[in-house]
């Protein structure tokens, strides 16, 4: 688990600066697009309600300006309402980005945001940058390990027969097939 922990902070790092930096900053630079706040320093962040709001400034603007607000105004003025339905809507966008990239649907960073990022996002005790990078290293770590797992099963396991079940049911819970190392 440890050498997926590391893996996965490098990775997050990894494409954080090659995305939120590199390429936003490419494109900014090409449209001539002079506002290139695209991130903050997240990884200074000392609480999830932090580093949700610095991570990554665009998609953040965005759930704010189009859902939380628009929510804001729909419930009459519930915040925690407001703040779950961002919750909500931005996990299953993730769910759906993965399970575009990988071929097949697997919740694990649905779980995660949700029994975990949903309910810290509340807490608004300061805890230390180490405990977030803890948090970050081991979840990372456990969405590589188990997508890993996954994709193994995918291709050693036989499939169900029927193609929608194959793809919303990981094969990994229900293979038992014993393989030779």
């Given at each position: 688990m440890i050498k997926s922990n590391f893996s996965g902070i490098c990775f997050f790092v990894t494409i954080n600066y090659l995305l939120l930096h590199t390429w936003m900053n490419a494109w900014a630079e090409m449209l001539q697009f002079a506002d290139r706040l695209f991130y903050k320093d997240w990884w200074n962040s000392t609480t999830y309600y932090t580093f949700f709001r610095t991570w990554n400034v665009v998609v953040?603007?965005?759930?704010y300006t189009?859902?939380?607000?628009?929510?804001?105004?729909?419930?009459?003025?519930?915040?925690?309402l407001s703040a779950t339905i961002v919750?909500?809507?931005s996990a299953i966008v993730h769910e759906y980005i993965l399970a575009f990239a990988f071929g097949f649907f697997y919740p694990v960073i649905?779980?995660?945001f949700i029994t975990i990022g949903f309910p810290m996002f509340f807490i608004r005790k300061t805890f230390s940058n180490l405990f977030m990078?803890?948090?970050?290293?081991l979840g990372t770590g456990i969405i590589f390990s188990l997508h890993a797992i996954e994709l193994y099963?995918?291709?050693n396991c036989p499939p169900y027969p029927n193609y929608y079940l194959?793809?919303?049911?990981?094969?990994?819970?229900?293979?038992h097939e014993q393989f030779n190392s």
């Open positions: 953040h603007d965005w759930l189009y859902i939380y607000k628009d929510m804001y105004e729909i419930v009459p003025y519930n915040r925690v919750f909500f809507i649905f779980t995660l990078w803890l948090s970050w290293s099963a995918r291709q194959d793809l919303f049911i990981p094969r990994s819970w229900s293979c």
